[in-house]
Structures are given as structure tokens and as C-alpha cells.
């Protein structure tokens, strides 16, 4: 789901992002089979669903609060935007540690990030809305600003996650489908926008300043690195 920023081989044969990623490494160890990773997967894959799994119990244990609506609204926007944040330190992670298996997580970590973002937006239309496609419409076009930043956001995460598999990468051919999944740099920024739209309201902007500095830094890291790329190859 997630492009690096870095260049690219030729598209001739567009293999999955992390394999296109090793290839720019040149890194050799991220080519031997580490036979732990399919367990490993496993172990993310349910540590993904917890949050989901937490709801759900405090739902049947009646834990949610008086406001039931609230509470799943504010827990899966915030599993959409932490997972965003995980699904973004990836590369990053990797490029300063070396672990390039990393990248064998990235994909599912960015399917999860869409997973919550359609929970949270399904308890938005179904919970909190009751299906009400009028007063929908008029949030998502503008009546709620943040609300029309996150419904974009979802938009393209959307776009990605449909797009995620390698017979669509295949397809689409790999210059392109790195282009097109550039759109999680400008998903990052408008999830921060949207968070921050919504706490200004309400004058509490602890939080969402604590998301806007480590997207700032992950997104910032890549842009150094790309300043940094053309200087290195003068020298
Ligand atoms: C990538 C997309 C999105 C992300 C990352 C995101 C993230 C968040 C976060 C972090 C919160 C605040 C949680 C808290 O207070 O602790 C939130 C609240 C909210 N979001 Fe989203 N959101 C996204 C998309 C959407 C969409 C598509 C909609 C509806 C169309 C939506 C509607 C809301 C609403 C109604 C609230 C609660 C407002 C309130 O409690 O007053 N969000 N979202």
C-alpha cells in the first residue's frame, strides 16, 4: 500500500513494494526467506484486530460509556490514525536499522489502517447518522469541513487498498502504481487535518499536535532523504 520515496527500477517488471524496495537497497539480506515471517505476520495480524476485539467485548460488557456512539467513533478514528502512523514509520524504521523484512509488514499494516477507517466511517453513516443520506451529503460536502477532509482521506485509502494487490500493481505497472500510492503522504496530512479541525472546536489540541509532529517527522525524514539523494551522487 505504501510507496518509499526513493527511485524506482525500471517498471518492466513491477514486482511487490518490498521486493521493488530491496532492489533499490541493493540490500541482499532482504532477499533471504526469514521463515519466521509468516508467524510474525500472524502475531501482527491479531494484534491489529485487538482494538476491534476490545470493542467488541466492552460492547457485550456494556463498558462503552454513556456514549456508545462517541466511544467507537473517537476508537476507531484513532486505530485508523495510529495505524496510518505505524504503516509510515516503516520505511523510515528500515532505512535507519537495516531490518528490511519490515517491509513484508507494510502492506497488511496499511489494509488495517483502511480496515478501521471503514469502521469508523460505517459507525459515522450507520450509528451516528442512521442511514440520514441527505445530512450525509451535506457533512461530506462541506457543512462539517472536518468531516469533508476525512471523507477524502478515506477516499484514497480506499483507492489504495483496492489497488494493494500485486495482479493490480502487475496491471498498472509499477512507475504508476508507486505514483498513484504516494497518495498516503497526502492521506497522512489530511487525517491530521481532520483531527485537528475537530479538537479546534472544542479548544483541546493536545492530542492532535502529538499525531502532527511524528507525521512532520515521518514525512519529513523522507523529504531529507530525497534532498539528500541527488547531493550524494554529485560526490
Ligand atoms: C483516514 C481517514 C480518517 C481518520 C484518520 C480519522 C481520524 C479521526 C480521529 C483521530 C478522530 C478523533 C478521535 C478522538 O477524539 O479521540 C476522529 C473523529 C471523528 N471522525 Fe474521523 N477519521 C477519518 C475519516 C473520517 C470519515 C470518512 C468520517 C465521516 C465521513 C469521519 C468522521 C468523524 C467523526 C464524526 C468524528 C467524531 C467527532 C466528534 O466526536 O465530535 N472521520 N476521526
Request: charged share 15%.
Amino acid at each position: 500500500m505504501l510507496p518509499s520515496p526513493s527511485r524506482l527500477p525500471p517498471a518492466s517488471t513491477p514486482g511487490n513494494a518490498a521486493s521493488m524496495s530491496n532492489a533499490r537497497d541493493g540490500s541482499r539480506s532482504a532477499n533471504r526467506p526469514n521463515r519466521w515471517v509468516p508467524w510474525a505476520k500472524v502475531v501482527v495480524f491479531l494484534l491489529a484486530l485487538a482494538p476491534l476485539l476490545r470493542l467488541v467485548v466492552y460492547g457485550l460488557t456494556d463498558q462503552l460509556g454513556a456514549n456508545p456512539v462517541e466511544f467507537i467513533t473517537r476508537s476507531t478514528g484513532t486505530w485508523t490514525l495510529v495505524m496510518l502512523c505505524i504503516t509510515l514509520a516503516v520505511t523510515p524504521v528500515r532505512r535507519v536499522t537495516g531490518m528490511s523484512w519490515l517491509l513484508r509488514f507494510r502492506r497488511m499494516l496499511g489494509l488495517f489502517a483502511c480496515f478501521y477507517a471503514a469502521l469508523h466511517f460505517a459507525t459515522y453513516f450507520w450509528l451516528d447518522q442512521w442511514f440520514d443520506w441527505a445530512s450525509i451529503l451535506r457533512d461530506v460536502t462541506g457543512k462539517r469541513p472536518f468531516i469533508t477532509v476525512g471523507f477524502v482521506a478515506f477516499v484514497l485509502m480506499a483507492l489504495l487498498a483496492i489497488t494493494s494487490p500485486h495482479a493490480v500493481m502487475r496491471r498498472l505497472g509499477g512507475r504508476r502504481w508507486q505514483r498513484l500510492h504516494r497518495a498516503i503522504y497526502a492521506i497522512a496530512v489530511l487525517s491530521i487535518l481532520h483531527y485537528w479541525w475537530m479538537k479546534a472546536g472544542k479548544n483541546d489540541l493536545a492530542e492532535p499536535l502529538i499525531y502532527a509532529i511524528v507525521v512532520t517527522g515521518l514525512l519529513g525524514a523522507r523529504v531529507i532523504w530525497a534532498l539528500r539523494r541527488p547531493l550524494r551522487r554529485q560526490s
